[in-house]
C-alpha cells in the first residue's frame, strides 16, 4: 500500500469517528486549535520563514512571496475564523426532509457527512487551518495537499491541529497533510476512487484544470472567473459607474472581480468615456472593441483571447452590444459561469438576464463582487464553485456534506 | 470539430430554449411524445427486431435479448411513464431559499436546468424514452449513448421523440443519440469538460467503472448494490425471515436485492435454520461462514470474494456475528453504500446501525427493495447514486437539477 493510500485510509477510519461527534465535542476541537496555534506560533513563524526564505532564493515573484508569508496576525485571524466556526450551526444530522408512504414506511432526508475530504491547494498556507477547520466542523476528515513551496510551515500548523485533536481526544488522522510532495503523490490522491469522497482544487486555473483531466474522484471545480458587468440601456449610469469601478478595482486578483464590460450601444457614448475616466483614474487598463475605442481613444484593441481572459489585473475587456439579447451570448459564450451582473432600471431585462445567463450567481444592480460565502451570510467559506453538480457559487459548512435516506418500518417488503 | 462535440454544441444551445420553456409546453412535448411512439410503434418493434435478430445470431445470450428485446407492451409502458411524468411538479424555477442581507440585497436560491445531460447505458432500449424524457422534464438536454446492439431500435425511438419536440416547436437537438456507436465516441463523450455539465453511466459495474476512470465531465455513479440485511440479536425473527427472503428474491436482479445476509450470534441458532428453509425453497443458494455451515449443513463454503460480490442471483452469503459493532464494520467495509437494513426491536441498536452505516439508504424493519424512485413517491427515476456528492440515493427529477443565485440590489457595492 502506498503512502498516500495508507494515509487516505486513516483519514476515513478518523472521519467514521467524526461523522458521530457530537457538536460540543467538535467546537472544543476548533477553540483548542485557536489556542494551540497562538502556543505554537513561534515554530509555526519559525518553519514559514524557512520556506520563504527558499523561496526567495528559487526566484519567486515578490506577491507570491507575500501570499506565502505567515505573521502573527495572519495567525491571529485563522484562529478569529476558528471561532467563528464554533457559533457556527451544526449541519450534521439535520432533517431536511421527513414523509411517509402509503405503506407506512417513514423516509427521513437526513445531512451526514461527506467523509474524507482532499483538498490540494497552492501558496497561502492560510488555506490550511480554513480548510481543515470547515472538514472538522462538516464531520469530514480533511487530507490536506498544500503547495511543496509552503511544506514546512504547512508541517507545522498540522502538527499544532493535530495536537489540539488528540487534546480532546478526537483522532489525529482526521486531519492530515500529504506527506510526500510529490506531484505523483497528488495525482495518485486525485485516482483514489473509493477511498476519497470529494476532493477540491483551490487554485489557479492550471491546477484546476489538472485535476478535472486526472481525478476518478468526484471533484468540485472552484474559482476561475471571467466575470461581467452588462449595462443596459436603461441603466442608472452613475449607479453603472459606480459599480463598474467596485467590480473592476476592488480587489482585481480574486475570481469574483469583473474581467468585461458590455454596454448597450445606447448608452455606450454616455457612459464609456465616465466610466473610462474613472477607471483610468484607477489605474485600469482598457482593452476596447472598434466601436468602444472610437468613444475611448486611449482603450487598447481588444483581441478575441481578451472575451476569454481571467486577467486578476487592473485590466479590463470592454465590448458595445446591440442588444441585451447579444450581452447574454456573449456571456454565456466566454463566460465561467461564475458571477454576471446587469445593471438596469428596466425589470423586464433583468429578469431576462438572471434567466437566462447561465452562471453560479446572478446579479441585478450589485456588484460582482459579493460572490463569497461570508457576503452571502454562510459565516464560513471554502471555495466557490463554477461547476453545476452538487454545489453552485459560495460553499459553506451545508456545501460540503452529503445525505442519506433514514427509513423506519414494521417489516414492510415489496410486492 | 468532432461529430460528438457537434452534438453536443448543438444540444447546448437546444438546452437553453428548453431551460426556459413553460411547464405546459414541456407537459405537451411529453403528451405528443407518447402519442407519436404509439403511432410509430410498426418501424420501432421492427428495427428492434433486427437488432434482437443480429444478437442472436452474434450469440447473446438468452436474458439479455429478452431485455434487448421490445414489445407492444413495453412501448405502451414507456408511453405511459411519459404520461406520469406529465403530473408531476416542474422543479424548475422554484425558490429553494430566500434571505435578505443587512446591506439590503436579496438572495434568491432558484432551481435550474442542469444544461446538457449525458447518459451511457447498455441494452435495454426504453431507457432511451426514461431517459429522455425525466431531463426533458427537468428543462435539460440529452445526449444519450445507447449499446451498440440496440442502435437501430434507439435511433427509431429517439427519430420518434424528436418528431414530437418538432411538433411542439422545441427544438429537436434536445434529445440526441450518439451517432457513432465507436468506443471512441463514448470516450470523447466523457471527455468534453465545459460542455456536457453531468454524465450518468447506467449499467453494470464495468461500464460504471470505466466512466469514472475515463471522464474528465462530472458523473454520478448510480447503481452497483451490495446490500446486506442484519439481523439483531433482538430481531422479531419471523419479521426478520420476511423481510430476508423478500430482500433475496423479489427481484434479484436489480440492485437494490440483498446479497449478503448478517445475523447476529445470539440468534444465529434459532433463525438461521429458519431463514435457510425459505430461502433454499425459493431456491436461493446459500454461501455461509463457518458457523453458518454447523447450523446450515447444505450451504456452501463463503470465501473472501463472497462478501465483495453483487451475485445479481439467486445466491446469498450468510456471515454470523459477533455484534452489532462487527455488522456494521462489515458493511462499511464490503458494502457499496447503496441499501442497508437491519432488523431488530432495540431502538437503540437500530439508532446506532441507522447513523454509522455509510449508505445512500439505510433501513430499520424493512426490505432493501424499497430504494428505488417510484417507492420512495418521486414518481420517476433515471437511476440510483451510490456516490456521495451531488444525489445519493433514487434520483427523481430535481436530483438532476442544479441551482443559481439570484442577487437583487439597488446599486450595493463591496466595501
Known amino acids: 500500500m502506498s503512502a498516500v493510500l495508507e494515509q487516505v485510509k486513516r483519514a476515513r477510519q478518523a472521519g467514521r469517528k467524526l461523522a458521530v461527534a457530537s457538536t460540543g465535542l467538535k467546537n472544543r476541537a476548533l477553540e483548542t486549535m485557536a489556542q494551540v496555534l497562538a502556543d505554537r506560533s513561534g515554530p ?3 518553519a514559514n520563514a524557512g520556506d520563504v526564505r527558499r523561496a526567495a532564493q528559487a526566484g519567486m515573484p515578490g506577491p507570491m512571496q507575500q501570499r506565502l508569508g505567515l505573521s502573527e496576525a495572519k495567525l491571529r485571524a485563522a484562529a478569529a475564523g476558528l471561532r467563528q466556526l464554533i457559533e457556527l450551526p451544526d449541519p450534521i444530522g439535520e432533517v431536511m426532509a421527513r414523509w411517509q408512504r402509503p405503506n407506512g414506511l417513514v423516509i427521513e432526508q437526513v445531512r451526514v457527512p461527506m467523509g474524507v475530504i482532499g483538498i490540494i491547494y ?8 480554513d480548510a481543515a477547520s470547515l472538514c472538522l466542523k462538516a464531520g469530514s ?10 511544506l514546512a510551515s504547512n508541517q507545522a500548523i498540522v502538527a499544532a491541529l493535530q495536537e489540539a485533536l488528540a487534546t480532546v481526544e478526537l483522532p489525529v488522522d482526521a486531519v492530515q497533510l500529504v506527506a510526500d510532495p510529490s506531484r505523483e503523490a497528488a495525482r495518485e490522491l486525485m485516482t483514489l476512487h473509493g ?3 470529494l476532493l477540491i482544487p483551490r487554485g489557479g486555473a492550471g491546477l484546476i484544470q489538472t485535476v478535472v483531466r486526472e481525478a476518478s474522484v468526484p471533484v468540485i471545480e472552484t474559482g476561475v472567473g471571467n466575470c461581467h458587468v452588462y449595462v443596459d440601456r436603461a441603466a442608472d449610469l452613475a449607479m453603472a459607474v459606480h459599480v463598474t469601478v467596485n467590480a473592476k478595482v476592488s480587489n482585481p486578483a480574486v475570481c469574483n472581480a469583473a474581467e468585461t464590460l458590455l454596454v448597450h450601444r445606447d448608452v455606450a457614448p454616455s457612459f464609456l468615456p465616465r466610466v473610462a475616466a474613472e477607471l483610468g483614474a484607477a489605474g485600469v487598463v482598457l482593452r476596447g472593441c ?5 468613444l475611448v481613444p ?17 485590466i479590463m475587456a470592454v465590448k458595445v452590444v446591440d442588444s441585451l439579447e447579444e450581452a447574454i451570448e456573449h456571456i454565456n ?3 465561467t459561469m461564475h458571477s454576471e451582473a446587469i445593471i438596469t432600471g428596466d425589470a423586464q431585462a433583468a429578469g431576462t438576464f438572471l434567466a437566462e445567463v447561465d452562471a453560479a450567481t446572478v446579479y441585478h444592480n450589485a456588484s460582482t463582487r459579493f460572490t463569497d460565502g461570508f457576503e452571502f451570510g454562510f459565516g464560513a467559506e471554502i471555495g466557490i464553485s463554477t461547476q453545476k453538480l452538487h454545489a ?11 445525505y442519506k435516506y433514514r427509513v423506519s418500518g414494521d417489516g414492510q417488503v415489496r410486492g
Open 122 to 129: 497552492e501558496s497561502r498556507p492560510n488555506v490550511t487551518v
Open 141 to 150: 476528515a480533511a487530507v490536506l495537499r498544500g503547495g511543496r513551496e509552503a
Open 44 to 46: 509555526i513563524l519559525e
Open 333 to 335: 459564450r466566454y463566460g
Open 195 to 197: 477511498e476519497l469522497d
Open 290 to 294: 472598434p466601436r468602444t475605442r472610437e
Open 392 to 402: 453552485r457559487g459560495p460553499m459553506g459548512l451545508k456545501e460540503i456534506c452529503s
Open 298 to 314: 486611449q482603450a487598447e484593441a481588444a483581441e478575441e483571447a481578451d472575451w476569454e481572459t481571467e486577467y486578476l489585473d487592473l
